[in-house]
């Protein structure tokens, strides 16, 4: 059974957001311990971890895992859509951005005892009509996903904040994620989607 943290001072968690405190630090630690067990060439039993977990992080669910060092980005990698039981898209989706992204080299063992772990728990994809995509967009608020062509792009709603976008650029800069060009979006055939997000860290 993995320890479990004494208080939740690291969350800034409240009575608005689907999960509670303790569900949250209980997948910042899933995260971390997963992270740190790849790192050491170490066995993650994600079985035996199934059986320690809240009932409600058997849940399955969407989510994305984004690592910072030293206030950078090191890493982020998740799933669009729901796919396994939240704990172990938590695990995956940690281990992923820690030694997958291909933007990034591996984590090294020296490095992860200065990782920031964020936890995006995405909602359910909602359809956005291109005509109405501008005004409807609350930045801060969604994230958007964008299908075209063969192509995916996703940007997580703390994107658009960090960078100072505003709804246009944000559909700009998701097409451009997604290797089409700025103004792909309001092309016939592409399929625009918005989700929100309940996002929390250490």
């Not at 030694?99 to 956005?128: C, H, K, N, W, Y």
């Not at 996703?154 to 960090?162: D, G, I, T, W």
């Not at 103004?183 to 055939?189: H, I």
């Amino acid at each position: 059974m993995l320890p479990l943290p004494e208080n939740e001072s690291a969350l800034t968690n409240s009575n608005e957001y689907e999960f509670s405190a303790e569900e949250c630090q209980t997948l910042l630690v899933i995260a971390r311990h997963a992270i740190e067990a790849r790192a050491a060439a170490e066995p993650f039993d994600l079985e035996a971890l199934a059986e320690h977990v809240p009932p409600r992080l058997h849940e399955i669910r969407a989510a994305f895992t984004t690592l910072f060092l030293n206030h950078q980005l090191r890493g982020c990698v998740g799933f669009a859509v729901p796919l396994y039981p939240l704990y172990r898209t938590v695990a995956e989706t940690a281990v992923s951005a820690a030694f997958l992204d291909p933007r990034f080299p591996p984590v090294t063992a020296e490095e992860v005892g200065g990782l920031r772990l964020e936890i995006s728990l995405l909602s359910p994809l909602q359809p956005l009509e291109a005509s109405r995509a501008e005004s409807e967009i609350q930045i801060g608020r969604h994230g958007l996903l964008i299908t075209h062509m063969a192509r995916r792009g996703l940007l997580l709603p703390q994107v658009a904040v960090e960078h100072g976008w505003d709804a246009l650029l944000f559909l700009e800069n998701t097409c451009l994620k997604a290797g089409l060009q700025r103004g792909a979006w309001r092309e016939p055939g592409a399929r625009l989607e918005v989700f929100t997000a309940e996002i929390f860290g250490d």
